[in-house]
């Protein structure tokens, strides 16, 4: 029975994809009311700490591109990749990676990928090469960030383990940024030469003798160095940065986050909650920003269908897993004790077919404790959260397919034989390898 219910639970979650968005979260309702009252599980736990994370980091982010900050920390990408453009497909997945770094989320892609694909073209490099690593690369970072909602999750969950209590921020991204960021430059390396050359491919050669693609790509100009800022722009950016550093400065400090006479700190997932809303609130203040653009902006809107998705799905997940826990320990307990790091197979396949890390985070890694696995192996394999390029229907992975107009980054004809496959098997491969080495060290 526990097998039948949890194909039901892949069939639900499989149905959710193919709505996306807000569609993952509503329909993975529905099969949460189908568990709980025809399957007659107990209720698992709705994932609010996740949830509140990304609501705090998602206003603050929405905050600071209404202030023109966002637009600002692209005009200073486009300067780096315009003065260096045959080194685009080295910097333009940097370019991504540190933005994801920086917003703790990988929706500032859609801005950047036009002016990396506008870069490739004039330079007569194939748009494939940066453009598909970059969209992989920003996702990847995510566990990068001392601000995403995956990040602060494991750090609640690692230090309730008997041993790993002193566990800190630090400490987790001291893996995954070093993990993420080889994966990242491993990509890179690959793609230097993939694929034929821009001048020598079908599919390019085919769109010039269409004359309204070849209007497209001879008259594409993708730039935002001509836009006008606010001269605040620049103000939101520091503050929003000095947020950043703010987070990982009380993350080191134990003693700042210890109240009164309580013997145990605040939580970190409070801390970035509280340090999002109060720098939020600075920032809009300090800009003179007003309140009603925020919701209008890009950042706002995909990181609100990416809350109420999370909440579906990992309600509705976390209800079945914790049912057949005692089953599932058992069924698999012989073979992660042998072969610890197979645990990175499970976080994957959950990836697969769960938009989000933080998702995956909070379904797997308490499978991962209750399987007994230690703490260095569970953050060295957090790279493995990432694994939704597989399937090409994420958002940033689609829209970097429409921004090339060479038609180089492309969805193949067998599906799964995309643009974003072999630089997302090599990045997550490569960062679980260097994580976990580096967590063998750093965590004790």
């Known amino acids: 029975m526990l097998y039948l219910e949890f194909i039901f639970l892949l069939i639900m979650l499989y149905i959710g994809s193919r709505f996306g968005g807000i569609g993952l979260g509503v329909v993975s309702g529905i099969g949460l009311v189908i568990e709980v009252f025809i399957l007659r599980m107990p209720l698992g736990k709705a994932p609010i700490d996740v949830m509140l994370i990304i609501l705090a980091v ?4 929405s905050i600071l591109e209404a202030a023109g900050g966002l637009k600002y920390m692209l005009q200073i990408a486009e300067r780096i990749l315009r003065s260096n453009p045959k080194r685009v497909t080295f910097l333009g997945p940097i370019v991504t990676y540190l933005m994801t770094f920086m917003l703790g989320t990988g929706h500032s892609v859609y801005s950047i990928m036009p002016i990396i694909g506008d870069v490739a073209l004039k330079n007569k490099i194939r748009p494939e090469r940066p453009m598909a690593a970059a969209s992989v690369a920003s996702q990847l970072a995510i566990t990068s960030s001392p601000l995403a909602a995956a990040t602060a999750f494991y750090l609640t969950q690692i230090t309730q383990m008997p041993g790993y209590e002193n566990v800190s921020l630090l400490n987790i991204i001291s893996v995954t940024i ?3 960021f080889l994966g990242t430059l491993a990509m890179c390396f690959y793609s230097l030469r993939r694929g034929k050359e821009l001048e020598d491919d079908p599919e390019y050669q085919r769109r010039l003798q269409d004359p309204i693609w070849r209007e497209r790509i001879l008259n594409t100009t993708s730039t935002s160095l001509n836009s006008t800022l606010p001269t605040t722009a620049k103000l939101s950016v520091y503050l929003f940065l000095l947020a950043l550093i703010t987070v990982v400065v009380i993350a080191m400090l134990t003693d700042i986050r210890t109240i009164g006479d309580s013997a145990k700190p605040i ?3 409070l801390v970035i909650q ?6 939020g609130g600075v920032i809009l203040i300090l ?5 009603q653009n925020v919701p209008n902006g890009a950042v706002f809107k995909s990181g609100m269908v990416a809350c109420i998705a999370i909440f579906g799905i990992a309600w509705m997940s976390d209800t079945y897993f914790q049912y057949a826990m005692p089953e599932f320990k058992a069924a698999v307990t012989h073979m992660v004790e ?3 790091w197979t645990f990175a197979f499970a976080l994957f396949a959950v990836s697969v077919v769960i938009n989000s890390q933080a998702v995956t985070a909070a379904m797997m890694l308490p499978v991962g404790i209750g399987l007994g696995l230690p703490a260095p192996l569970l953050i060295g394999l957090i790279p ?6 597989f399937i090409p229907n994420y958002p940033s992975d689609i829209a970097t397919v429409n921004f090339d107009v060479t038609g180089t980054t492309k969805i193949g004809k067998y599906y799964f034989n995309h643009s ?8 997550v491969i490569t960062a679980c390898f260097v994580g976990y080495f580096i967590a063998q060290l750093v965590i004790k």
């Open 338 to 340: 042998n072969y610890p």
């Open 420 to 427: 974003f496959m072999v630089p997302g098997l090599i990045g």
């Open 178 to 180: 070093p993990a993420t």
């Open 384 to 389: 493995a959260t990432y694994a939704y390029f």
């Open 58 to 61: 998602v206003t603050c982010a």
């Open 274 to 279: 509280m340090m999002m809303l109060a720098f």
């Open 267 to 269: 939580s970190m997932s």
């Open 287 to 291: 800009t003179k920003t007003n309140p």
